[in-house]
């Protein structure tokens, strides 16, 4: 099945510090999202973007199907940023599943 | 509006006991999904259902069950709790189901922290 890896696995960033997290998957997909799980577990709805660029704020993305990675900028780091970054992806072929990625753990510092 | 709503928040259970989880899906929203998230791993993939039919299963044994209700509110039902169920139960919610392109983003709910003894 569809494998997604991201990277780095653990980051830890000065506040006000930019960065940048991948995504990589092992096969198509047609739909990609980007999540921020918060430390009590809520996961919160970053980016839907199967392809192309999105801009929110301090956060943009960037999906290219095509090589099959995404990339998640953060800038100017902020300490509420702090959390677990995933990306999850649904199998295109075969029983459906949705799959998400190994996670990047962040921690911003005042 | 509301966002996706789970009951209950936490639950503590003995092993062999079963367990129902509850979930209402965003309104307008057809699609339930159901993850299981251990300590310290991203979530894994249970269950799919849309429009009350199951659509999609992760790797999951036959212990694991849901069901979807005409008002698209969704149980998890798991039998024959192990210790290794302890875990963070997520609710996702989307407008359509899989294999789709548009209208499929996935809304999460709190979760229910489901602890086995």
């Known amino acids: 099945g569809i494998q997604v890896e991201q990277s780095p696995p653990d980051l830890i960033l000065q506040e006000g510090a930019n960065s940048t997290l991948r995504c990589n998957f092992s096969d198509s997909v047609n739909n990609l999202q980007w999540f921020h799980q918060n430390p009590w577990g809520q996961l919160i709805n970053l980016f839907y973007i199967p392809s192309g660029t999105k801009q929110n704020g301090r956060l943009s993305a960037t999906t290219v199907a095509t090589e099959r990675y995404s990339l998640l900028y953060i800038s100017s780091s902020q300490t509420t940023d702090s959390g677990v970054y995933f990306c999850a992806v649904p199998t295109t072929s075969g029983t459906y599943k949705y799959i998400f990625g190994t996670g990047t753990r962040l921690k911003v510092l005042a | 509006d509301a966002g996706v709503t789970q009951s209950p928040t936490h639950l503590i259970k003995t092993r062999g006991q079963h367990v129902t989880l509850r979930c209402s899906p965003i309104s307008g929203h057809k699609s339930v999904s159901w993850y299981q998230q251990v300590l310290g791993q991203g979530p894994q993939f249970i269950f799919q259902y849309y429009e009350k039919e199951e659509r999609g299963r992760g790797n999951f044994p036959d212990r694991f069950s849901a069901r979807q209700f005409p008002n698209y509110s969704s149980e998890l039902n798991v039998n024959a709790l192990l210790l290794g169920d302890s875990a963070l139960y997520l609710c996702?919610?989307?407008?359509?189901?899989?294999f789709g392109t548009g209208l499929s983003e996935q809304y999460f709910g709190p979760g229910t922290r489901l602890t086995v003894t």
């Open positions: 996702a919610s989307s407008f359509n189901g899989p």
